[in-house]
Nanobody, 126 residues
Framework: QVQLVESGGGLVQAGDSLRLSCAFS????????MGWFRQAPGKERDLVAA????????YYADSVKGRFTISRDNAKNTVYLQMNGLKPEDTARYYC???????????????????WGLGTQVTVSS
């Protein structure tokens, strides 16, 4: 059974950086496209960034473009989210998600993902 464990969240000030990590186990990581989502209290879970199985194609929400970078290391079974220039509106719980696929494409909708981690909290103070 696939398991995802996020780490790296915390309380930071506006302008600071954080690097989230998501450790994947229980499957062949390179067969899964990956995504990072976030959810603030009272709001929907939104896609922040996503990456194809190979890591060759990435997607970013407009709100994080130019500040966040998603990457994956298929040798380490880990996907990362580098977050720079954090803003108070980035405050949310961040979730890693995995989708098994044969397609070299991005998965955009939460409904497309088969497995989820428990999340890591990111809080940005002004």
């Amino acid at each position: 059974q696939v398991q995802l464990v996020e780490s790296g969240g915390g309380l930071v000030q506006a302008g600071d950086s954080l690097r989230l990590s998501c450790a994947f186990s229980g499957g062949t990581f390179s067969r899964y496209r990956m995504g990072w989502f976030r959810q603030a209290p009272g709001k929907e879970r939104d896609l922040v960034a996503a990456v194809t199985k190979s890591g060759g194609v990435t997607y970013y929400a407009d709100s994080v473009k130019g500040r966040f970078t998603i990457s994956r290391d298929n040798a380490k079974n880990t996907v990362y989210l580098q977050m720079n220039g954090l803003k108070p509106e980035d405050t949310a719980r961040y979730y890693c998600a995995a989708d098994y696929t044969t397609y070299p494409t991005i998965a955009m909708s939460p409904n497309m993902y088969d497995y989820w981690g428990l999340g890591t909290q990111v809080t940005v103070s002004s």
